[in-house]
């Protein structure tokens, strides 16, 4: 039986899931048994296999590098431990205005980029901020504790109050 569906990711992000000379767009059709067919003029991805768990995770991985990650952090969602969670930034804002839109982004990449290596240090995961999206790359309970860092940053709470829980919480998955 053939399964097949169809993802879409900006037109910007096309060259990055085929690679040089195609290698990238192989190497990921190799490790997930799966063809991949890319319509570069429209941003549009086809994927077609047999086996739906990796249709699944093919889906997943061309999406985290249409959201901006590198091929290598996105291939990580190879691992049956690892997800990858997407936060949509409009749902944070009220009036859809840019300016708001760029300011709960630089709540989570802080000045010079600190907030967002404190977060993926504190949960060892990979985040992509890119277009109106965030995305989070990592080990399920790692992704569900960034996320709801994340959260608390989007709606306010002071940076110092997050990282604060951050360390609390990796404390308590050390022990």
Do not use: W
Not at 49 to 66: H, K, M, P, R
Not at 144 to 165: C, E, F, M, Q, T
Request: hydrophobic share 35%.
């Amino acid at each position: 039986m053939e399964f097949r569906y169809e993802v879409k990711i900006p037109k910007a992000r096309v060259a990055v899931l085929i690679g040089r000379n195609g290698e990238q767009k192989k190497k990921i059709e190799k490790e997930t048994n799966t063809k991949i067919r890319v319509d570069s003029d429209e941003g549009e991805v086809f994927v077609e296999g047999s086996d739906a768990v990796s249709l699944y995770n093919t889906n997943y991985i061309i999406t985290a590098i249409g959201r901006g990650f590198n091929p290598e952090i996105a291939e990580l969602l190879l691992k049956n431990d690892y997800c990858f969670e997407l936060i949509n930034l409009s749902d944070y804002i009220q009036k859809k205005k840019k300016k708001d839109l760029i300011r709960i982004k630089g709540r989570v990449i802080g000045t010079k980029g600190k907030c967002r290596r404190t977060i993926e240090s504190l949960t060892d995961c990979h985040l992509s901020i890119y277009g109106k999206t965030i995305g989070i790359i990592g080990l399920i309970e790692n992704v569900n504790i960034a996320k709801r860092a994340i959260d608390s940053l989007l709606k306010g709470s002071p940076h110092s109050k997050v990282y604060n829980s951050l360390e609390k919480k990796r404390k308590e998955m050390k022990i």
